[in-house]
């Protein structure tokens, strides 16, 4: 078997860079087809990873020379060696028979002596794609089997190990004719392009041929009908600001929603989980390894920070100040979410920097 290395987050080092993932506006069919051949196998990778993990229970790629005509294997179960096998092949032109015929040999050797699984299915990814007559024998497992016996001993024997011959006869012979030829497939550049626009994880495609708001995940984070854990604390410095300007202390979860405060109480909640929203749609639609929704927060927080640092009656009043002063905060056109952020994900925004104590409404008494 050759050596396999957990596919962990691949890096993404050819993908397009700052101002280029905004502004590309070449076709992603022209985009794949003048792909180098390190920046298509890393999105290949790429794709295998965050797109096809979800459906599967790991996902591999070979280390090193020798990959036995293999570059990612994903595992429906990798105890009882179900799996996917892909394959890249990255030409200047679409792949002939004379390109990949001995690398389909070698597959089928290593298969029948036993050191790669027999997938359930072999996909052969070419940006390229299939020259139309080796596509007509690729998609025909008669016409693929005939071709893979008649090639082997002029094109397959010789190439499959260096200074070693293994001719189709006894076992081998036998195995080649049996095999299921229906296992070999094939994405096709459109079909390829189409399946990173509708993955889960878009960013895939934002990485490599640029933002496109038409393709843009829209996420939805409803306000949930109970408090949940994860938005405690910014609902103890809202509280907090409630009894500060209340002069008492009261206010708590449990009868906040019936007090005059009820209405912001429940604006302010629902603005939190707009901007939860938001930050959702980020992660999923992000190009790259940023984290934008960290950039935005940074951004509001110096934003809003003059206004934070005033003086006021009450703490109520500085939540007041501060989330009407984060509506001004001018949209930038390089936030992949910026067509998102309106008066109340701004807002929720700041909730959001409470949640993690950067807003903190009541200053502390001095001792």
Not at 50 to 72: A, N
Not at 90 to 95: L, W
Not at 331 to 337: E, M
Request: with cysteine; net charge negative; proline share 3%.
């Amino acid at each position: 078997m050759p050596k396999l290395k957990v596919l962990e987050k691949p890096k993404a080092e050819h993908r397009l860079k700052e101002e280029l993932l905004f502004t590309e506006t070449r076709r992603a069919l022209d985009i794949l087809k003048t792909m180098d051949e390190d920046t298509y196998e890393e999105l290949v990778a790429s794709w295998a990873y965050w797109c096809l993990k979800k459906d599967y229970e790991d996902v591999m790629r070979i280390g090193g020379s020798g990959d036995k005509g293999i570059d990612v294997i994903a595992y429906y179960s990798q105890k009882a060696n179900k799996c996917d096998i892909y394959q890249c092949k990255h030409y200047d032109h679409p792949v002939r028979k004379s390109d990949v015929i001995a690398e389909l040999g070698k597959f089928l050797y290593f298969m029948f002596i036993g050191e790669i699984p027999i997938p359930e299915s072999y996909y052969l990814m070419a940006p390229q794609g299939l020259g139309s007559q080796f596509l007509n024998t690729y998609e025909d497992p008669v016409k693929l089997k005939t071709q893979i016996e008649d090639s082997w001993d002029k094109e397959i024997a010789g190439k499959i190990e260096t200074g070693k011959v293994h001719s189709l006869e006894g076992d081998l012979k036998q195995f080649i004719a049996d095999f299921d030829y229906t296992k070999y497939k094939f994405y096709s550049p459109t079909k390829f392009l189409k399946l990173l626009v509708e993955a889960d994880k878009r960013f895939v495609y934002f990485q490599y041929f640029g933002f496109h708001k038409e393709f843009l995940r829209k996420i939805v984070k409803d306000t949930p009908v109970n408090l949940d854990e994860y938005e405690r604390k910014y609902i103890q410095h809202l509280l907090d600001a409630y009894n500060d300007a209340s002069g008492g202390s009261e206010m708590d979860e449990n009868n906040v929603e019936s007090s005059s405060y009820g209405k912001h109480f429940a604006r302010s909640r629902d603005e939190f989980w707009l901007a939860e929203s938001v930050k959702k749609m980020s992660e999923e639609n992000n190009p790259g390894d940023n984290d934008e929704f960290g950039n935005i927060m940074d951004e509001m927080e110096g934003h809003v920070a003059d206004t934070y640092e005033g003086v006021y009656d009450n703490a109520f009043e500085r939540v007041k100040a501060v989330t009407g002063k984060s509506t001004s905060m001018p949209p930038k056109g390089d936030w992949v979410v910026g067509g998102q952020l309106g008066a109340k994900e701004l807002k929720g925004i700041c909730y959001q920097l409470s949640n993690e104590d950067r807003l903190i409404w009541k200053e502390e008494e001095k001792s």
